[in-house]
């Protein structure tokens, strides 16, 4: 497979990757960037680059930069639009390779390692140590955090990706209950559509029709099956019977579903819920934010349940950010505390009670945290307990940037397919995956 050419996912960082972005994008127009009021620039200064653009996402952001701004550590802005990162990663990549990367940037999973790889990122092992961050995170997400057994990044929050988001008032009115398994949501799904109600709203991104089909993959393969394919990239996984019925699942789905030829963002389909457009959404509980900030209190009047046939299990997406390497004394250390910053007991609580995820801190005080959180905090430890966690691909987190791009390939040609064929698709991914490794 051409990885430089790869339609679905653009996150691939080899050098080649990374300079021939850097050139296509000398000629996009740059990011919105804020500057403080000049007259009361703070000393130190950090600017950070993110993708938290959403109504919710931005006032989870602001908590981050009034800590800062507390200690009297200047916030530039530095926000790219668009879920999943994938803009933010261009630009991010322009940035590097001009020599002028941002103080800190919003990345995540197997793109810590290879960023780490090409040197840009700073070693937080004498904060991390200082802080104790080996005791304070659990073990699944401090090995995200390391490259070469050291830190390069701080977590933010644990993200549950497998969620299913239902405006009851439409499942109601089509006499549909609330599914908890595959069969009971395309029971569901037919009685809305019978009623003339969009199911199932679905953004136009290849990332969040993946974020779609790893839901029906961690309910058909469950969380062995998942890993085997996923993680492990066991090739009799990718293309046996059990994936060949995921695809069928998958295909399924798209009946439901008002596939959209314009863009239309991940808010936007989470906008349709609370308008009464659509009733169900496959999303992250970062949609959360976005229910909140337009006014329907999320596991009240936009309900949350597992995705079906994923009760008790767990689909990880965690934050991070990573810092560039900078020479001046100020600098680094407003980029240490900023990493301190965020392990701080106050911040984790405040900035996820915003931001709709969990603290990466187990020691965090969860009150006031809606039901959505508290199911997904008891969830993240059976789970952790059980060692049944798994990662997001449409997140990056479960395997590098190129095998990330074979799979969206894949799934989403066949998802936009006229003649999806279930068997082929298995196979495909099973090659498409061997020739990315
Ligand atoms: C990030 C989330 C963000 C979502 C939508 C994901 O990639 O991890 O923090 O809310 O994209 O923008």
């Known amino acids: 497979m051409n990885k430089s050419f790869s339609a679905g996912c653009n996150r691939s960082l080899s050098l080649a990757a990374v300079f021939i972005t850097a050139s296509i994008s000398a000629f996009m127009s740059g990011p919105a960037i804020s500057a403080p009021d000049a007259a009361q620039q703070p000393e130190q200064e950090v600017e950070v680059l993110h993708w938290w653009t959403a109504k919710g996402e931005i006032k989870a952001a602001e908590v981050l930069q009034g800590s800062l701004e507390q200690q009297h550590i200047g ?10 990162g994938e803009s933010a990663m261009t630009v991010l990549k322009s940035r590097a390779v001009s ?14 390692q290879e960023w780490g790889m090409l040197g840009f990122l700073t070693n937080l092992d004498a ?7 080996d005791q304070l995170l659990p073990p699944v997400i401090s090995q995200i955090m390391k ?5 390069v990044a701080v977590p933010v929050n644990i993200h549950r990706v497998n969620w299913l988001w239902i405006n009851p008032e439409l499942l109601e009115k089509a006499g549909a209950t609330v599914p ?3 069969e009971s949501f395309f029971a569901a799904a037919e009685k809305l559509k ?3 109600i969009v199911p199932v709203a679905l953004g136009s991104d290849p990332w969040q029709e993946v974020t779609l089909f790893e839901s029906v993959a961690l309910a058909v393969l469950g969380p062995q099956g998942y890993r085997r394919a996923f993680v492990d990239l066991d090739p009799d996984m990718l293309s046996g019977e059990p994936m060949v019925d995921v695809f069928r699942q998958f295909e399924r789905m798209r009946q439901y579903i008002d596939v959209k030829t314009k863009a239309l963002e991940w808010s936007d389909a989470s906008a349709m819920l609370v308008e009464g457009k659509a009733a169900m959404q496959f999303m992250g ?3 959360k934010g976005e229910f909140s900030a337009l006014g329907k209190a999320p596991g009240q009047e936009i309900l949350c349940v597992p995705a079906p046939g994923t009760q008790g299990f767990f689909t990880y997406n965690i934050d991070s950010f990573a810092f560039f390497k900078h020479s001046d004394d100020l600098s680094i250390q407003a980029q240490e505390t900023m990493a301190q910053t965020i392990l701080t007991p106050a911040f984790q609580r405040e900035f996820n009670l915003a931001k709709g995820s969990i603290p990466v801190r187990t020691d965090v005080d969860l009150t006031g945290f809606d039901t959505c959180s508290l199911a997904s905090s008891t969830a993240f430890q059976l789970n952790q307990q059980n060692k049944t966690l798994v990662p997001s691909i449409s997140q990056g987190l479960a395997s590098t940037s190129y095998v990330q791009a074979a799979i969206f390939d894949v799934v989403t040609d066949f998802f936009h397919s006229k003649q999806a064929d279930p068997e082929k698709a298995a196979n495909q991914l ?3 995956v061997k020739s990315a490794r």
């Open 430 to 432: 099973a090659r498409a």
């Open 127 to 133: 904060v991390a140590n200082t802080q104790g961050w």
């Open 75 to 84: 916030w530039k802005n530095f926000a790219i639009a668009g879920g999943g």
């Open 99 to 112: 020599g002028n990367p941002p103080s800190a940037a919003q990345l995540k999973g197997y793109d810590l």
């Open 147 to 151: 490259y070469q057994g050291h830190y």
């Open 180 to 182: 908890d398994s595959l």
């Open 194 to 196: 019978q009623a003339n």
């Open 285 to 287: 509980d970062w949609a």
